[in-house]
């Protein structure tokens, strides 16, 4: 495997305790050379879970382990994405493979080129915790600083990829081969079609894990802006900085509605939850919706999902301004399908990623498309027979709906699903959390967290979150794929 040495002292140090990292100087030796300690903003990987239900580092099982050790060797450091993405190792195990493999291996694009295409991709949502993580490793693999003053400051083919970055982002569907054919052929700055391939994917890997990143609610590491202070702890543990930065405490950061002892509201709504996914398999049983009314019954759901907004005056957390690293700061996401303008339906039994983005991806660029596939099915089928309490219980119904809905938002229609299921499996404020965390995903609030699913696990929720996850990518990725193929033919 290539590695990267560790390039910052380690912060983890459960895990160094545990033999992955060499020896340290103590803390309190350093303190006591006049060295001005930092100590962590926030409590734990996420401001969203209680540091107290994570996966405590040093503690975790041996599989796990070795996941941490493989992170840690690859990246230098265990991060918090990874601390919270180890609820489920099977699912992280992959993610890390594919990251590894697009950042570090051989491939079409030069290295540094890799991490600043992360950082153009996760500005445009403003995800400040990935840009800075990938500033840092730009640099380390002998990056021009200079690029890092603005996107006018890289070299022209990298401006050049601007466009297509900010239309995956917030409108794929309006990418068109004429979209592919201006990079391809563009004289003295133009992509090869490996090179173009690596790009998307590298796009949609950082616009989809900055959704990730806010709907988790991931933590600033602790040697990142924000995510440290040099303040020392006041009497209750924090002081007025933590305040300014969204911590209000211990009592508002481990109050959480998820993993805690279920209320009869809370009880009620699990109940009348699996109840309807036990009728509505028994009509798929009893009878079978014609193919108008599935046509139709598509086009309400993705009309309707136009309609579902937040009315939150609750501010996400504050980041700091990235916009330097992309154009057209005032470019966003737009429904689908607006008043007077009409969109076609992507119909996946005409492109799909198994028959066609696939074999495309695999042709260009070796081995990501069979790592890619790997990830969307293990996030599609993961599953563990479990509803909040209840065991033994078959969540494949839900789980499809969950995917089903947000490729519906992105306009992709799946001839064979009955759109009807959506509205009876996700309510309202379900649906308000998946369309923020996919859509415009710095816009995503603990109270939108805490509002959906209460008497669910965190890790349930962390579940929802990579279905989210690959739902995005692999829509983002259908739309580039289906430009490039139609360029090519």
């Given at each position: 495997?290539?590695?990267?040495?560790?390039?910052?002292?380690?912060?983890?140090?459960?895990?160094?305790?545990?033999?992955?990292?060499?020896?340290?100087?103590?803390?309190?030796?350093?303190?006591?050379?006049?060295?001005?300690?930092?100590?962590?903003?926030?409590?734990?990987?996420?401001?969203?879970?209680?540091?107290?239900?994570?996966?405590?580092?040093?503690?975790?099982?041996?599989?796990?382990?070795?996941?941490?050790?493989?992170?840690?060797?690859?990246?230098?450091?265990?991060?918090?994405?990874?601390?919270?993405?180890?609820?489920?190792?099977?699912?992280?195990?992959?993610?890390?493979?594919?990251?590894?493999?697009?950042?570090?291996?051989?491939?079409?694009?030069?290295?540094?080129?890799?991490?600043?295409?992360?950082?153009?991709?996760?500005?445009?949502?403003?995800?400040?915790?990935?840009?800075?993580?990938?500033?840092?490793?730009?640099?380390?693999?002998?990056?021009?600083?200079?690029?890092?003053?603005?996107?006018?400051?890289?070299?022209?083919?990298?401006?050049?990829?601007?466009?297509?970055?900010?239309?995956?982002?917030?409108?794929?569907?309006?990418?068109?081969?004429?979209?592919?054919?201006?990079?391809?052929?563009?004289?003295?700055?133009?992509?090869?079609?490996?090179?173009?391939?690596?790009?998307?994917?590298?796009?949609?890997?950082?616009?989809?894990?900055?959704?990730?990143?806010?709907?988790?609610?991931?933590?600033?590491?602790?040697?990142?802006?924000?995510?440290?202070?040099?303040?020392?702890?006041?009497?209750?543990?924090?002081?007025?900085?933590?305040?300014?930065?969204?911590?209000?405490?211990?009592?508002?950061?481990?109050?959480?509605?998820?993993?805690?002892?279920?209320?009869?509201?809370?009880?009620?709504?699990?109940?009348?939850?699996?109840?309807?996914?036990?009728?509505?398999?028994?009509?798929?049983?009893?009878?079978?919706?014609?193919?108008?009314?599935?046509?139709?019954?598509?086009?309400?759901?993705?009309?309707?999902?136009?309609?579902?907004?937040?009315?939150?005056?609750?501010?996400?957390?504050?980041?700091?301004?990235?916009?330097?690293?992309?154009?057209?700061?005032?470019?966003?996401?737009?429904?689908?399908?607006?008043?007077?303008?009409?969109?076609?339906?992507?119909?996946?039994?005409?492109?799909?990623?198994?028959?066609?983005?696939?074999?495309?991806?695999?042709?260009?660029?070796?081995?990501?498309?069979?790592?890619?596939?790997?990830?969307?099915?293990?996030?599609?089928?993961?599953?563990?027979?479990?509803?909040?309490?209840?065991?033994?219980?078959?969540?494949?119904?839900?789980?499809?709906?969950?995917?089903?809905?947000?490729?519906?938002?992105?306009?992709?229609?799946?001839?064979?699903?009955?759109?009807?299921?959506?509205?009876?499996?996700?309510?309202?404020?379900?649906?308000?959390?998946?369309?923020?965390?996919?859509?415009?995903?710095?816009?995503?609030?603990?109270?939108?967290?805490?509002?959906?699913?209460?008497?669910?696990?965190?890790?349930?929720?962390?579940?929802?979150?990579?279905?989210?996850?690959?739902?995005?990518?692999?829509?983002?990725?259908?739309y580039a794929l289906r430009a490039i193929t139609r360029y090519m033919t």
């Open positions: 495997m290539l590695c990267y040495p560790p390039r910052r002292p380690c912060s983890q140090e459960g895990l160094c305790s545990a033999g992955v990292c060499g020896d340290r100087v103590p803390l309190h030796d350093s303190q006591e050379l006049g060295i001005r300690i930092p100590r962590p903003l926030g409590h734990g990987p996420s401001r969203f879970i209680p540091e107290k239900e994570t996966i405590q580092v040093g503690k975790e099982e041996a599989t796990m382990h070795t996941l941490f050790a493989e992170s840690f060797a690859t990246l230098g450091r265990l991060d918090n994405v990874t601390l919270v993405m180890v609820f489920h190792p099977q699912y992280l195990e992959s993610f890390l493979k594919t990251q590894h493999y697009l950042l570090q291996m051989d491939g079409p694009l030069p290295l540094h080129y890799r991490h600043y295409i992360g950082i153009m991709a996760a500005a445009r949502h403003q995800c400040s915790y990935l840009v800075n993580l990938h500033v840092n490793d730009f640099l380390h693999v002998g990056g021009d600083p200079k690029w890092l003053n603005g996107l006018e400051n890289a070299p022209q083919k990298l401006q050049n990829l601007g466009e297509l970055n900010k239309m995956l982002a917030h409108r794929p569907w309006l990418i068109t081969k004429e979209h592919i054919e201006q990079l391809l052929k563009t004289e003295e700055n133009s992509w090869s079609l490996a090179e173009l391939i690596h790009a998307v994917v590298l796009l949609t890997h950082y616009h989809s894990l900055a959704s990730f990143t806010f709907g988790c609610g991931i933590s600033p590491e602790i040697d990142c802006e924000g995510g440290h202070t040099f303040r020392p702890p006041s009497v209750s543990n924090y002081c007025i900085c933590d305040i300014t930065n969204g911590y209000h405490g211990m009592d508002e950061i481990h109050a959480s509605p998820a993993g805690t002892i279920p209320s009869t509201e809370s009880v009620c709504e699990v109940e009348a939850l699996m109840e309807k996914m036990k009728q509505l398999q028994e009509c798929r049983d009893e009878e079978e919706a014609s193919q108008e009314e599935m046509a139709t019954r598509f086009e309400r759901e993705k009309r309707e999902s136009m309609f579902v907004c937040s009315s939150e005056d609750e501010e996400s957390a504050a980041t700091r301004d990235v916009s330097r690293h992309f154009e057209d700061t005032s470019y966003g996401y737009k429904d689908f399908s607006r008043h007077g303008m009409h969109v076609p339906t992507f119909r996946v039994q005409d492109y799909s990623w198994e028959d066609h983005g696939y074999s495309l991806v695999n042709r260009l660029y070796p081995d990501v498309g069979q790592l890619l596939d790997e990830k969307f099915h293990i996030a599609y089928n993961l599953t563990y027979n479990t509803m909040a309490m209840h065991k033994d219980v078959d969540t494949s119904m839900l789980r499809r709906a969950i995917w089903n809905y947000i490729h519906c938002m992105f306009g992709i229609r799946y001839d064979d699903y009955d759109y009807g299921e959506i509205n009876q499996l996700l309510d309202r404020s379900f649906k308000v959390y998946i369309k923020t965390v996919v859509c415009t995903p710095e816009k995503t609030t603990k109270r939108m967290y805490d509002s959906f699913w209460r008497q669910f696990e965190h890790s349930e929720k962390v579940h929802v979150n990579l279905l989210l996850v690959e739902a995005r990518m692999q829509a983002e990725l259908l």
